[in-house]
């Protein structure tokens, strides 16, 4: 299985607003690009999934260019108790096509 | 939103026994269900799908004999780690899918196992 790519770690300030920006080259017709949220010693958490152009939930957008080898995760404004790892994935019908990578390793200051 | 559930939450057991790891999907019917493993600092690995009905799927290099995976009904899907060693210490997390076109995986809250 293929992974995608994302930054390591970043770093914010509480009511900044974070962008993270996923690649996923090899992405193919029937995937979905899904985002997961992880506290230590928690299962990842559902945040948001999207097929193309723009997604909008109560948590966090989610934006897709048009060829959609790459998608970008906007938290609005984070805060202290969004420090954690974010991951994002590819899925399709029977599971994820992609292997959870590192993540990306949210840290947000005061 | 969609909840899964996992029970125990933590075990200790001892060197040799068989520990059982309950997955329930609370409010809908999960289709498949998958268990991963995460050891400290390191990210989620699969170990295998379950359908229900059906023998789970392993990935490449976990042991089907040694972890037993059970997928009986829609709602319910059991990991069996069979003689536990220290080395089986791990977070193990469950996740459930109800199918159709974007398949959303929902996780459960992680099984924290040590093995004396």
């Known amino acids: 299985l293929a992974k995608t790519t994302q930054p390591i770690s970043m770093d914010s300030y509480e009511g900044q607003e974070v962008n993270i920006t996923c690649s996923h080259n090899?992405?193919?017709?029937?995937?979905?690009i899904t985002w997961y949220q992880q506290f230590p010693s928690q299962g990842p958490r559902f945040i948001i999934q999207?097929?193309?152009t723009k997604v909008t939930n109560e948590v966090a957008s989610l934006f897709i260019p048009a060829d959609r080898k790459s998608s970008t995760l906007s938290l609005p404004r984070v805060s202290l108790s969004d420090t954690a790892v974010y991951y994002c994935?590819?899925?399709?019908?029977?599971?994820?096509?992609?292997?959870f990578g590192a993540g990306t390793r949210l840290f947000v200051k005061a | 939103g969609a909840v899964v559930s996992q029970h125990p939450s933590r075990v200790i057991c001892k060197s040799g026994t068989s520990v059982k790891i309950e997955c329930r999907s609370l409010d809908f019917q999960a289709t498949t269900m998958f268990w991963y493993r995460q050891f400290p600092k390191q990210s989620l690995m699969l170990m295998a799908t379950?359908?229900?009905?059906?023998?789970?799927?392993?990935e490449q290099g976990v042991e089907k004999d040694k972890f037993l995976i059970n997928h009986a009904s829609l709602t319910l899907s059991t990991l069996t780690v069979t003689s536990a060693h220290p080395e089986d210490s791990s977070f193990y997390i469950c996740?459930?899918?109800?199918?159709?076109?974007?398949?959303?995986?929902?996780f459960g809250p992680g099984t924290r196992l040590t093995v004396l």
């Open positions: 090899n992405i193919a017709t029937n995937d979905y």
């Open positions: 999207g097929y193309k």
């Open positions: 996740s459930a899918s109800s199918g159709g076109d974007t398949d959303t995986q929902y």
């Open positions: 994935l590819l899925a399709w019908t029977g599971g994820f096509k992609t292997i």
């Open positions: 379950s359908n229900e009905g059906s023998k789970a799927t392993y």
